[in-house]
């Protein structure tokens, strides 16, 4: 089936604009999760999903990131009045259980 | 905050050859985890290997778990171009989010 789908794949914005990428995960995956990769700075985890539990916010930077997952399913970080700092590959992976996650080819935020 | 810390960062061997990669991570974990990031792509999982495995293989790849030094190893045997990606090992502690290390930059000539 398809794996993990996200948009947009480039996003180019200036800063103070608010942003949202889509992250459309794997059918019948419980778990959803959000990264972030930036050069020196490797794979930083920013949120995690499971099921109708309450999420797991432990890794967003600030308060103005926030990420939402509608009906199980697909997931929206939204980062708002963004910063230079923002600017990096966003990664979304879901998981079924305690299987191994699976990636999607992330979102590319580069804030001007 | 990182976890695991891969070395090398970088590594540049000829097509046949082997390539290892080693992973250190600071706590307890549930398993370690090995992915594979080509440039401008997601992380596609290579192999997982439990707290109590020691040793897992999977094709050209095998990969070693030593929790009393809180390290593991990644070999890929006859390694081809193809092989040309970032490595990184990710360690799972309760279940939830991975925590990645920095990764090793693999390059494979022909």
């Known amino acids: 089936g398809a794996g993990v789908s996200q948009s947009p794949s480039n996003k180019v914005t200036e800063k103070g604009k608010d942003v949202e990428l889509r992250c459309d995960p794997i059918?019948?995956?419980?778990?959803l999760y959000w990264y972030r990769q930036s050069l020196g700075q490797g794979l930083e985890f920013l949120i995690y999903?499971?099921?109708?539990?309450?999420?797991?916010k432990s890794g967003l930077p600030s308060d103005r990131f926030s990420a939402e997952r509608t009906g199980g399913s697909v997931s929206t970080l939204t980062i708002q009045r963004t910063q230079q700092e923002d600017s990096a590959v966003y990664l979304c992976?879901?998981?079924?259980?305690?299987?191994?996650?699976?990636f999607g080819d992330g979102t590319r935020l580069s804030i001007l | 905050s990182q976890q695991g810390e891969e070395d090398p960062q970088a590594l540049s061997i000829q097509e046949g050859e082997n390539a290892t990669m080693n992973c250190s991570y600071k706590?307890?974990?549930?398993?370690l985890q090995w992915y594979r990031q080509n440039s401008g792509r997601g992380l596609v999982h290579l192999i997982l290997?439990?707290?109590?495995?020691r040793e897992k293989h999977s094709g050209r790849l095998r990969v070693t778990l030593d929790t009393s030094k809180k390290s593991s190893s990644l070999l890929i045997t006859a390694s081809r171009a193809a092989d040309t990606a970032s490595y990184f090992c990710?360690?799972?502690?309760?279940?939830?989010?991975?925590?990645f290390g920095k990764g090793t930059t693999l390059s494979v000539s022909s």
């Open positions: 706590t307890s974990i549930n398993n």
């Open positions: 990710a360690t799972d502690q309760a279940g939830t989010a991975l925590i």
């Open positions: 992976a879901s998981s079924y259980m305690d299987q191994p996650q699976h």
């Open positions: 059918s019948g995956h419980t778990a």
């Open positions: 999903f499971q099921g109708n539990s309450a999420p797991d």
């Open positions: 290997i439990r707290s109590n495995e």
